[in-house]
């Protein structure tokens, strides 16, 4: 119509909020983080306050009643001998399949980071990843039937004449078994087995990081292969090794599957705080025993964060 202005059509609400989102982004970001915090904030770091909460009650000895008063009767109960026992047995063992796991990684990491190209890269890849595919206990339920007393270890040992040095060890003291599949060299193989890959990927990912002309120089100047790993290679990808160190180290302190499904009777902290949560009702101790883990990797994050851990995750 002539003489009159062309009427704008009203906008839809789609339109206002994007209009608003774009003059203040940073809204958009609040709304967007929000379901996540929310999540952390109240899901996972308050069943952690209600953990840290119940560690501090106690048990009625006679009645089996949890007395909510402020304590450190419970935390003092972790100190008794058998309840020691169980915190440095779980301490040894987690360095020992870290260390292990680290040894073993590094060389496969390494020809993974320098030599693998193209179709054999996508095979290295492919190898590691496809053992976390499958099921966890089906894995573990493997291993018990390959280290049993019948199984193909105990086999190979007996075909090659070899048979009565595997006897030699599973006499020994420390490893506690009459066959691989319950004794702690068992629970050592499939602990280092099923957390491998944890190590394998982010030291392969730190080793990718070396520069090549930091070789090149080392071996300029004079260097030989050992120098350059151990001098450059080596603290380099040692923010690698202790990133995967975080992933074995902590998942084999909280494991109690793999100690229940192969190892001797001797309990780790995983199995007691479900033994004393589920069958002996007391959750105080229960809660205060899970506490040390998260302790004990509060710590081990604190110092791998100074070695530049989180820069290969």
Do not use: C, H
Request: glycine letters at 8%; hydrophobic letters at 55%; a positive charge.
């Amino acid at each position: 119509m002539t003489g009159t202005s062309a009427i704008l059509p009203e906008r839809g609400l789609a339109d206002r909020l994007s209009t608003l989102f774009w003059r203040r982004p940073k809204l958009l970001l609040l709304l967007l983080i929000s379901p996540p915090l929310l999540w952390l904030g109240i899901v996972y770091l308050g069943s952690l306050a209600a953990l840290l909460l119940q560690s501090f009650y106690s048990i009625d000895e006679f009645s089996g009643v949890v007395k909510e008063e402020f304590t450190l009767k419970t935390y003092g109960e972790l100190f008794r001998a058998a309840n020691m026992d169980i915190i440095i047995r779980t301490l040894v063992m987690s360095a020992t399949v870290t260390i292990t796991s680290a040894f073993v990684a590094f060389p496969i990491a390494y020809y993974a980071a320098r030599y693998a190209r193209g179709r054999w890269k996508a095979v290295f890849y492919l190898g590691i990843m496809l053992p976390l595919w499958s099921s966890y206990l089906v894995k573990v339920y493997a291993w018990k039937l390959i280290l049993a007393k019948e199984g193909i270890i105990t086999w190979a040992a007996e075909g090659i004449g070899a048979g009565f040095l595997l006897d030699a060890v599973l006499s020994l003291p420390w490893v506690g078994g009459n066959s691989l599949s319950t004794s702690f060299i068992g629970t050592w193989l499939v602990f280092v087995y099923v957390w491998m890959p944890f190590m394998i990927l982010p030291m392969q990912a730190s080793l990718e990081r070396v520069p090549l002309s930091m070789l090149e120089a080392s071996a300029d100047l004079g260097a030989s292969r050992r120098q350059t790993f151990r001098t450059v290679v080596l603290p380099l990808a040692m923010p690698g090794v202790i990133a995967g160190s975080i992933f074995t180290f902590s998942l084999t302190m909280g494991d109690y599957i793999i100690p229940q499904i192969v190892g001797t009777s001797a309990r780790f902290i995983g199995q007691a705080v479900y033994q004393f949560q589920g069958t002996a009702g007391n959750i105080p101790l229960a809660a205060a025993f899970a506490m040390v883990p998260i302790l004990i990797m509060l710590v081990y994050l604190a110092l791998a964060k100074r070695g530049g851990a989180f820069d290969a995750l």
